[in-house]
């Protein structure tokens, strides 16, 4: 749909990214009268890098050098520190938008691209990790397994919308007197999640009988 602009008024918004991007060019502009004549170097391996417009992706001469000076080493682990999302870090480089940190890692590190359908795994755990040896790729259902198996994945109370607790769940198990109706009442759930409570249909994790593994 189209929108038209009153003659002779001007929108804030537009006003104010055009005076950005000229302000933003004239920045580039200061920045690249400064290069001219100097030499400036990676910070991470110095070797020198061309007189070009100030721009952050031209900072560092490679991709690996880019990724080395931004994490921090934790034990074997290289722990992203600029950017995240979910846990995960996030860099873009050169012409390319934003991909997640340790993709790109490895990528650059192995130099193998990512097959399709594959997922760059970590075997520590550790999601702002970026750490090529600690890298593996895999399939998304050895992702799914790997992170059951590790216990990393969300069952249980670790629910957010779960009402119920372990301790509440074996209790009810424990009970065998009170009709379901009854606990489902008592505990704000509806009879079928109880019931499936109860039977081990749902948290798998707990024993049916508490009493005999106990003993």
Known sequence: REFNVPEG?????????KYKRKRLQQKRERMYEKSQGKV???????????????????RYCCLGCALQAN??????????????????????????????????SYEC?????????????????????????????????ENIRDAIQKKRNCYGERRPASKLTDEIVLTIR??????????????????TALCCARTGATWRHLPLEPDKEAA
């Open 9 to 17: 008024w001007v929108s804030g918004f537009y006003f104010r990214q």
């Open 40 to 58: 400036r170097l990676c910070p991470w391996c110095e070797t020198p890098l061309p007189p070009v417009i100030g721009k952050a992706v031209f």
């Open 71 to 104: 994490v921090k080493r934790e034990g074997d682990c290289w722990v992203w520190q600029k950017s995240l999302i979910v846990g995960y870090g996030q860099l873009g480089w050169r012409d390319v938008k934003k991909r997640l940190a340790h993709q790109l």
């Open 109 to 141: 590190f192995t130099g193998t691209s990512i097959p399709d359908g594959m997922h760059i795994l970590h075997s520590c755990d550790n999601r702002a990790c970026c750490n090529p040896r600690h890298l593996r790729a895999g399939t998304p259902l």
């Open 174 to 191: 424990r009970d065998k007197v009170t009709g379901s109706g009854e606990l489902a009442k008592r505990y704000g759930v509806s009879l």
